[in-house]
């Protein structure tokens, strides 16, 4: 059969949609606590923000451009976005029938109700009116619209209320439409005092005092409706790298205008008039099909506030203490000089990381620190850490992705501090993403350099490493602390791609490597060796490579993939993918680990790595893959990297061929959570 036959695979942005609802899934669990499932709800909601922010409008641009292609399943543009619209409808349909039907119900057992307009007392419905006249009303700006006031241009995902009116305001103005915007200096879910509630926890939405109120901000007017709606834009910023003299400026102008951008989609209030959608439609220059009628709440993720906002322990997961390894309590650098340090995320604590470069700080044998940023955080230690270091006389060179989607005012802002301070920041590669995790420090040791390297799987991000699962490796390496400094050296300066010893370099090895990987494992099986590959990431959708695992699972190499998100892969096609199994696993923890195993005829070979098997992260990204040398370090990522997720029958979803996902049933056997197995293992409880 031919391996490129649209038959043989799946859509990337169709596999995106159903990663979601996968997540979802989490959110109807009745075996979740009842809090983390409300948080799941809002996740697929803002995960269905971005996907239209960012997958939706590329596909949208590419047809305006008249540049897209047919998708490798065979699919054109129009088919996907009409099938996007499918099966979004039905996403948000199982969303609200989630919050109403059940999440609802289920809090208001537990005390906690969200009083709809029509539920208030009229003691609530007088401490709303207060607190709307106190705290409200004087934060909003009604723009009714006539000549002198056209259509405002509406900022990305704001909440606004289109209300109808009738009658003249006291210019003899003949009044029909006016627009109100939410306020976003204001908290989205409001709690009731205590001397006005019914229940422990009672609250209401500001979309609903607001709507309930509007009138008052058109005084002898009569307000005939008020409809809430919120637009979706482009989320992709538009910088041409090649034409500019200052990335960092020219995206600071283009960071102005993102929330303007073209809109790829109108949600509003289901009762809304036809003329009214269609006004609206017209405004936003979007088609029938790109608008979504929707029960109240519009926005369904500002419900996420009220898990802060309650403390119930017994309705959310029970928190755990990340491990700090014991050998690790004083020295690191002396420790990883005694052998390679395996960190593994959110188990054991980022604080090592941080630790690590607040010594290399202070230590005065210490001459230099490299490090690559991509995602770090707003008020990141790391970041203060690297300029304690330049202000201690270190040479501080700091690699930040600018482009990092929907951070770069935070990188900005990270890369102004940092030059302030006397660090030497660059900005990676003109068209090339830096996403590989990296950082290197230089030690002086006995009148010799040697080099202390930390890789990862995630981002330098103290806050992410809490709710994702990483994997870090410290080590002294010579080999890999060479590759490393060359790598560096190719971000920093200009230089002929260098030969690496140990690491695999995206956009020059890794995808010659990971394929060369795979015909090992095919020429082991033909010879009869053993021959298995498993492998663990967020997505899967390079053609070749996918093509490469087909002759594999041919040839008789079995494969078990481990993947969260899209996958273009299709599994269990006879005669082609019998020996191709793929699962993702949707928990506690955002699985994010990126780890590849091959039996390599019983010399196992494992890799962890910043790159996902993707066009961007395998051709278009500087990525990193780097080898587990140590025996011990490499059985342990395999047993608790790869192993339990492929035993998991709690929290699994097995993919088929047809493109869906369904849980694995545990039928018969004992019930086994990867992530539950591992915070038992290797955490203990917090007090």
Known sequence: ????????????????????SRVLAQAEDE?????????????????????????????????????????????????????????????????Y?????SLVPALHAEGINFLARDTWTPRQRRWLHAYFQSEVQPVLSPLGLDPAHPFPR????????????????????????????????????????????????????LSSIVQTFVAELFPGMEVTGAYAFRVTRNGELTVDEQDVENLAHALQDELHE?????????????GAPKPLVKFLSREFVLAESDVYRVPPPVNLGRVQAVYDMIDRPSLKFRPHKPRLQPALSGSILDTVRQGDVLLHHPFESFSTVVDLLRQSAADPNVLAIKQTLYRAGRNSPLVGALIEAARAGKD????????????????????????EAGVQVVYGVVGYKTHAKMMLIVR?????????????????????????????????????????????????????????????????????EVLQRIEREIANAQAGKPARIIAKMNALQEVTVIQSLYRASQAGVEVDLIIRGACVLKPGVPGVSDRIRVRSIIGRFLEHTRVYFFENGGDHELWCSSADWMDRNLLRRVEISFPILDPVIRERVFHEGLEPYLADNVRAWQLGSDGRYTRIEQGEQMPYSAQDSLLAQLCSDED
């Open 1 to 20: 059969m031919d391996l490129k036959d649209p038959s043989l695979y799946l859509n990337r942005e169709l596999s995106q949609l159903e990663f979601n």
């Open 31 to 95: 075996r979740m606590p009842l809090l983390e499932r409300v948080r799941f709800l809002c996740i697929t909601n803002s995960n269905l923000d971005e996907f239209f922010e960012i997958r939706v409008a590329n596909i949208r641009f590419q047809l305006s451009q008249q540049t897209a292609r047919p998708w490798p399943d065979g699919r054109s543009t129009t088919e996907v976005l009409t099938e996007i619209r499918e099966r979004t409808l039905a996403l948000v349909q199982r969303q």
């Open 97 to 101: 029938r989630c919050w109403t039907e």
């Open 154 to 205: 509406l900022l990305n995902k704001s909440l606004n209320f289109a209300v109808q009116l009738k009658g003249k305001d006291a210019f003899g103005r003949e009044g029909n439409l006016a627009l109100v915007r939410a306020p976003r200096s204001l908290p989205r879910v409001i709690r009731l005092p205590k001397e006005v509630s019914q229940s422990p926890y009672e609250f209401t939405l």
């Open 258 to 270: 993102r929330g303007f951008a073209d809109a790829v989609r109108l949600e509003i209030a289901e």
């Open 396 to 419: 501080v060179t700091v690699v930040i992705e600018l482009r990092a989607r929907f951070d770069e005012e935070a990188n900005i802002g990270l890369a102004n501090r940092l030059q």
């Open 444 to 512: 002086r040791e006995g009148g010799k350099l040697r080099r202390y390297v930390h890789l990862g799987t995630g981002n330098y991000h103290p806050g992410t490493a809490t709710v994702y699962t990483d994997f870090g490796l410290l080590t002294c390496d010579r080999d890999i602390g060479e590759d490393a400094h060359k790598v560096f050296q190719q971000l920093s300066g200009f230089s002929s791609a260098y030969p690496l010893k140990r690491l695999l370099l995206s956009p020059f090895t890794q995808h010659r």
